[in-house]
């Protein structure tokens, strides 16, 4: 193997790593399409991974080599979660870039306005890529103003999970399609709460921070964050008021969703201290590896209000090629390599990540039958689920919600004086950063 540089990309140990060829749906294996007639020496890769999921990206690596003798990948590691994209940004504005790097979908604006990607059409174009298999939703962050920004190598979309045997104790039938938010759901949330034993019906969902469960939330309530063109805020609309004053209720009205400090440190829900929590797909394999005591299983998102359509989006990171690459054919070869066959079944092998590829969602059940409901509420709901661009501003945009939505979440503020303030705070960024 060759090196993998992390942090300062300055380590001496080094991940080698080999475009792979690709493998078909039908089994076959043809070569990658697109791939340059020669690779070069060194393909450079950056990739924002934690040391527990290494392994994955060192077998990827691996197999590219296997295949592509002569040709090695530089996988480089900068720091993990939010340090990733500075660091990335950092980078760039040196004159240094790989030639393919991993890219949150939400900040993927954000570098298409700093002008540092290439469009991959001048690469799709010549190539077979399978671009027809990707499920719609997902690639709809990655085209912008016509053109293709870059590739997604997974996707994310809300799910409800749910403890079998609490449901069972007390008495309450479990969730299905046909369950809604404000009465089958909140009806067996307070036969699931006991303030008493620290039993709670739910884990207060993902709304203190934006992201794919909160924008579901606003969308089965009938309302969006922005407009369609990204330059006027809808946060404060009256749906989404009325969503999340129902959320905070399920807090500090209801009581069936604790209070912070209410339980100990840990997973809520992992632990058996709620019954059910609103999560993505990815969830599955850390309830497995949490060794839960308890049977539990999955379902679709609930309705809103007076019966509206559940609504899932889709999020999802990939990749995409820096302007300034050396060696951007490569990077695209790359990328096809990253969706094909081989590396997509074992991405899915133990539950972290779903395809983004219909034709490839067969192999995200699990083998061992839990959750036995995935088909239904995770991958049907996947096929359907809306895609959603981000303004460039999101990341500041994400921190003006936290910051003045704060004291909504144990009662302190009202919720309208809260997702006023935001808006007026929006609406300045969207003006000041435009994202069309």
């Given at each position: 193997?060759?090196?993998?540089?992390?942090?300062?990309?300055?380590?001496?140990?080094?991940?080698?790593?080999?475009?792979?060829?690709?493998?078909?749906?039908?089994?076959?294996?043809?070569?990658?399409?697109?791939?340059?007639?020669?690779?070069?020496?060194?393909?450079?890769?950056?990739?924002?991974?934690?040391?527990?999921?290494?392994?994955?990206?060192?077998?990827?690596?691996?197999?590219?080599?296997?295949?592509?003798?002569?040709?090695?990948?530089?996988?480089?590691?900068?720091?993990?979660?939010?340090?990733?994209?500075?660091?990335?940004?950092?980078?760039?504005?040196?004159?240094?870039?790989?030639?393919?790097?991993?890219?949150?979908?939400?900040?993927?604006?954000?570098?298409?306005?700093?002008?540092?990607?290439?469009?991959?059409?001048?690469?799709?174009?010549?190539?077979?890529?399978?671009?027809?298999?990707?499920?719609?939703?997902?690639?709809?962050?990655?085209?912008?103003?016509?053109?293709?920004?870059?590739?997604?190598?997974?996707?994310?979309?809300?799910?409800?999970y749910y403890n079998k045997e609490a449901f069972q104790a007390g008495?309450?039938?479990?969730?299905?399609?046909?369950?809604?938010?404000?009465?089958?759901?909140?009806?067996?949330?307070?036969?699931?709460?006991?303030?008493?034993?620290?039993?709670?019906?739910?884990?207060?969902?993902?709304?203190?921070?934006?992201?794919?469960?909160?924008?579901?939330?606003?969308?089965?309530?009938?309302?969006?964050?922005?407009?369609?063109?990204?330059?006027?805020?809808?946060?404060?609309?009256?749906?989404?008021?009325?969503?999340?004053?129902?959320?905070?209720?399920?807090?500090?009205?209801?009581?069936?969703?604790?209070?912070?400090?209410?339980?100990?440190?840990?997973?809520?829900?992992?632990?058996?201290?709620?019954?059910?929590?609103?999560?993505?797909?990815?969830?599955?394999?850390?309830?497995?590896?949490?060794?839960?005591?308890?049977?539990?299983?999955?379902?679709?998102?609930?309705?809103?209000?007076?019966?509206?359509?559940?609504?899932?989006?889709?999020?999802?990171?990939?990749?995409?090629?820096?302007?300034?690459?050396?060696?951007?054919?490569?990077?695209?070869?790359?990328?096809?390599?990253?969706?094909?066959?081989?590396?997509?079944?074992?991405?899915?092998?133990?539950?972290?990540?779903?395809?983004?590829?219909?034709?490839?969602?067969?192999?995200?059940?699990?083998?061992?039958?839990?959750?036995?409901?995935?088909?239904?509420?995770?991958?049907?709901?996947?096929?359907?689920?809306?895609?959603?661009?981000?303004?460039?501003?999101?990341?500041?945009?994400?921190?003006?919600?936290?910051?003045?939505?704060?004291?909504?979440?144990?009662?302190?503020?009202?919720?309208?004086?809260?997702?006023?303030?935001?808006?007026?705070?929006?609406?300045?960024?969207?003006?000041?950063?435009?994202?069309?």
């Open positions: 193997m060759g090196r993998t540089r992390r942090s300062m990309l300055t380590s001496g140990v080094a991940v080698a790593s080999a475009l792979a060829t690709a493998c078909g749906a039908d089994g076959t294996t043809a070569q990658p399409a697109g791939q340059p007639a020669k690779l070069p020496p060194v393909v450079q890769w950056a990739s924002n991974t934690s040391q527990a999921d290494l392994p994955y990206f060192q077998r990827f690596a691996q197999w590219f080599e296997e295949q592509n003798p002569g040709t090695k990948v530089d996988l480089i590691l900068p720091p993990g979660d939010a340090a990733y994209e500075a660091k990335m940004i950092a980078m760039f504005a040196g004159g240094t870039y790989p030639d393919l790097f991993h890219l949150h979908f939400s900040r993927l604006r954000e570098f298409w306005a700093k002008g540092t990607l290439a469009p991959f059409d001048r690469y799709l174009k010549n190539s077979k890529a399978p671009m027809d298999d990707f499920i719609p939703g997902v690639m709809v962050p990655f085209k912008i103003k016509g053109q293709t920004w870059g590739i997604p190598r997974d996707n994310a979309t809300g799910v409800m008495g309450a039938k479990e969730p299905d399609a046909n369950w809604q938010w404000d009465t089958t759901f909140l009806d067996a949330a307070r036969k699931l709460t006991d303030l008493n034993k620290k039993q709670f019906g739910m884990v207060l969902p993902g709304v203190t921070g934006l992201g794919d469960q909160h924008l579901e939330i606003c969308r089965t309530w009938g309302s969006d964050w922005y407009d369609a063109d990204m330059k006027q805020a809808k946060i404060n609309a009256q749906p989404i008021v009325d969503a999340m004053q129902f959320m905070a209720d399920l807090r500090v009205k209801q009581h069936v969703a604790p209070r912070p400090d209410e339980t100990p440190p840990g997973d809520q829900f992992q632990n058996g201290w709620a019954a059910m929590t609103n999560q993505w797909q990815g969830y599955v394999r850390g309830v497995k590896l949490s060794n839960a005591t308890f049977k539990w299983d999955v379902t679709p998102l609930f309705k809103g209000p007076g019966g509206s359509k559940a609504q899932n989006v889709v999020g999802a990171t990939g990749h995409s090629i820096p302007k300034g690459a050396k060696n951007p054919e490569a990077g695209f070869a790359l990328t096809l390599h990253l969706v094909s066959e081989q590396v997509q079944k074992d991405m899915m092998s133990q539950g972290r990540w779903t395809t983004p590829r219909k034709s490839f969602l067969k192999f995200a059940l699990p083998t061992d039958g839990i959750p036995s409901r995935y088909q239904e509420a995770i991958i049907d709901r996947l096929l359907q689920a809306q895609g959603y661009p981000t303004p460039v501003a999101y990341a500041d945009m994400n921190t003006v919600w936290t910051k003045e939505t704060a004291p909504v979440w144990t009662g302190d503020r009202p919720v309208k004086d809260a997702l006023d303030a935001v808006k007026t705070q929006w609406d300045r960024l969207l003006a000041d950063f435009p994202s069309t």
